[in-house]
Nanobody
Framework: QVQLVESGGGLVQAGGSLRLSCVAS????????MGWFRQAPGKEREIVAA????????YYADSVKGRFTISRDNAKNTVLMQMNSLKPEDTAVYYC?????????????????WGQGTQVTVSS
């Protein structure tokens, strides 16, 4: 069992930046691919970015390419997402998720463990 705790959400003006953090429990963190998802009110959950267990492969949704960067520190059981040039349409609850497969399946939604989410609000 893996427990995930997100932090770093908040209110920011358009054009601003936030960094989301997700800390995972367990001793085999590098064995999990990790992803960030988001869900806006009235919309379905969508994948934002993902990273393989080693950190060597990444995936980004087209809507965030060039603005968001996902990274991980396996020694600290942490995955980060730096979000720059934020837009009002980035407003959502952001979720961290862990996939028991260490390799990255681009665009996959098949994750095994989920955090509780952190709210990101971007004002215009």
């Amino acid at each position: 069992q893996v427990q995930l705790v997100e932090s770093g959400g908040g209110l920011v003006q358009a054009g601003g930046s936030l960094r989301l953090s997700c800390v995972a429990s367990g001793r085999t963190f590098s064995g999990y691919a990790m992803g960030w998802f988001r869900q806006a009110p009235g919309k379905e959950r969508e994948i934002v970015a993902a990273i393989s267990g080693s950190g060597g492969s990444t995936y980004y949704a087209d809507s965030v390419k060039g603005r968001f960067t996902i990274s991980r520190d396996n020694a600290k059981n942490t995955v980060l997402m730096q979000m720059n040039s934020l837009k009002p349409e980035d407003t959502a609850v952001y979720y961290c998720a862990a996939d028991r497969r260490p390799y990255l399946v681009a665009g996959s939604y098949e994750y095994d463990y989920w955090g509780q989410g952190t709210q990101v609000t971007v004002s215009s």
